[in-house]
């Protein structure tokens, strides 16, 4: 168990429809990333947060957007959803950067997202 | 940008064989290197890591050497297990930021 948390596990909706996915990370972590894995574009990254201001931004769609909390607590919105959109999101944490670990992420179990 | 490479897979070996995963990468910086293993239906788990060059990570009779020459961090394991089979990502940190990951290697071990 690596101490991270993403809420819902399974999520399945319909084209157009907008989600929000949750994650906790672990308790101490002030960085969050969310990852997107689909099975033609693999394993890519989304967003950084760091204790509650965005950091870094990857191939993040602009229907796409996220938020981390006062609590540390970050959620994902997608929007306008397509059938491409269908794949495990991933959220990770890290300890604050340039401390030790070197870029180590921990991952939750994802929330994997159906658009039928 | 950075990137990583695995070699192609799927790899099937059977119980007791000698593992190799090889991959490289492009980095801008100085990275940091991980190898992160997807048992099925799970999320992703830290195997190994190394931050410096020369520096060998290992855990579980997994190891891998951060070779800053030929910008490589090979994956080996001297003896297979059936739990082995998953899928194993090799990926790049620099700055401490993103994780930029390889394709992945399913591995399947035969008993």
């Known amino acids: 168990d690596s101490g991270v948390t993403q809420t819902p596990k399974h999520l399945i909706t319909a084209t157009g429809q907008r989600v929000t996915l949750r994650c906790s990370p672990r308790s101490g972590d002030l960085s969050v990333y969310w990852y997107q894995q689909s099975l033609d574009q693999g394993l890519q990254f989304l967003i950084q947060?760091?204790?509650?201001?965005?950091?870094a931004k990857g191939n993040i769609l602009e229907r796409f957007s996220a938020q981390q909390f006062p609590d540390l607590h970050s959620e994902l919105n997608l929007s306008s959803l397509e059938l491409g959109d269908s794949a495990l999101y991933f959220c990770?944490?890290?300890?604050?950067?340039?401390?030790?670990?070197?870029?180590?992420?921990?991952f939750g179990p994802g929330t994997r997202l159906t658009v039928l | 940008g950075d990137s990583v490479t695995q070699m192609e897979g799927p790899v099937t070996l059977s119980e007791e064989a000698f593992l190799t995963i090889n991959c490289t990468y492009t980095?801008?910086?100085?990275?940091?290197l991980f190898w992160y293993v997807q048992y099925p239906g799970e999320g992703l788990q830290l195997l190994l890591k190394?931050?410096?060059?020369?520096d060998k990570g290992s855990n579980k009779g997994f190891e891998a050497t951060y070779r800053k020459e030929t910008t490589s961090f090979h994956l080996e394991k001297g003896s297979v297990q059936v739990s082995d089979s998953a899928v194993y990502f090799c990926?790049?940190?620099?700055?401490?930021?993103?994780?930029?990951f390889g394709q992945g290697t399913r591995l399947t071990i035969n008993p």
């Open positions: 990770a944490s890290s300890l604050q950067p340039g401390t030790s670990g070197r870029g180590e992420q921990f």
């Open positions: 947060y760091y204790n509650g201001e965005e950091r």
């Open positions: 190394a931050t410096k060059a020369d």
């Open positions: 980095a801008t910086g100085y990275p940091s």
């Open positions: 990926a790049l940190s620099v700055g401490a930021q993103k994780l930029v």
